[in-house]
């Protein structure tokens, strides 16, 4: 066929059954005359999954020895002929927002580089992803886009792949979106649009890193991008304010959480100030 206009790309690691789940998903939004599915098995050690991948015949299935989640995704995106790419995780699965709305925009806006939307979460445990509009302040302090986003395929060209050298597996997304904040590529949220259903497992990786993981991927990202991230100058700036105004500071957000109402009046009075 033609060069499709979508790649979508699942990197696997023993996760076999999870991992028909996500084709099938594919498969139901699918159009082989658009889309192009693409599986990277990273080096998988279990039989069954090794099975399931073998037994692929109308994807294109790509094996390398195990070299993590960054490096699957860069091979995927390596072999992708489509002019949007999308990541979906093989525990995970895709609806067609990306494939309908999420390329309406980008065919109608060639300034925006980057489209996400909003997650359903399942499992063994629901919550609240935080998904929001486009905040560059918030996203230096945490990473609320998920892997799952349909990207031009022009911007990995233009600023690389995804880190290989990521200190904790599962924040490749977060210093992916940060850099291409940095490099001045545009998101556009899809509010309300579902574009994936997420598993949360018991060990899914927005679960199992620590204060110590985070405070590990925090020291890299402050490393490697020293022009515009200082942690340690936002944690000094908090502790200067609760130490020369314990008391104050404190009861200041305690009303603004427990008491929002009081606190817009007082903020509307002028006894408080809306910002920190």
């Known amino acids: 066929m033609t060069n499709p206009k979508i790649s979508i790309i699942i990197p696997c690691y023993n996760l076999g059954d999870f991992l028909k789940e996500a084709i099938a998903s594919v498969e139901e939004v699918f159009n082989p005359e658009l889309h192009e599915l693409i599986i990277v098995d990273d080096g998988s050690t279990d039989d069954h999954t090794r099975d399931?991948?073998?037994?692929?015949?109308e994807?294109?299935?790509?094996?390398?020895p195990n070299g993590g989640l960054s490096k699957a995704r860069n091979t995927g995106i390596s072999r992708a002929k489509g002019e949007y790419l999308i990541f979906l995780d093989a525990d995970n699965l895709l609806t067609d927002g990306y494939l309908t709305k999420g390329v309406e925009i980008l065919d109608k806006h060639p300034e925006i580089d980057i489209v996400y939307g909003d997650s359903e979460m399942f499992g063994h445990k629901s919550k609240d992803w935080g998904i929001r509009h486009f905040n560059l302040q918030t996203l230096m302090l945490y990473n609320y886009i998920d892997a799952c986003c349909l990207v031009r395929k022009t911007l990995f060209d233009e600023i690389g792949g995804f880190d290989e050298n990521m200190p904790i597996l599962g924040s490749e997304d977060?210093?992916?979106?940060?850099?291409?904040?940095?490099?001045?590529?545009?998101?556009?949220?899809?509010?309300?649009v579902t574009i994936q259903k997420y598993r949360v497992r018991e060990n899914s990786m927005i679960r199992v890193v620590d204060k110590r993981g985070r405070d590990s991927i925090l020291d890299y990202l402050q490393n490697?991008?020293?022009?515009?991230?200082?942690?340690?100058?936002?944690s000094d700036f908090y502790y200067g304010k609760f130490e020369t105004q314990?008391?104050?500071?404190?009861?200041?957000l305690f009303i603004k959480k427990y008491f929002p109402s009081l606190f817009k009046k007082l903020v509307k009075k002028g006894k408080l100030s809306k910002y920190v």
């Open 246 to 252: 314990t008391i104050g500071w404190t009861a200041k």
């Open 59 to 64: 994807h294109i299935v790509i094996r390398q």
């Open 174 to 192: 977060w210093e992916m979106w940060l850099r291409a904040a940095y490099n001045h590529k545009k998101f556009y949220y899809m509010e309300g």
């Open 52 to 57: 399931i991948v073998s037994a692929i015949r």
């Open 224 to 234: 490697k991008y020293p022009d515009f991230l200082s942690y340690t100058d936002t």
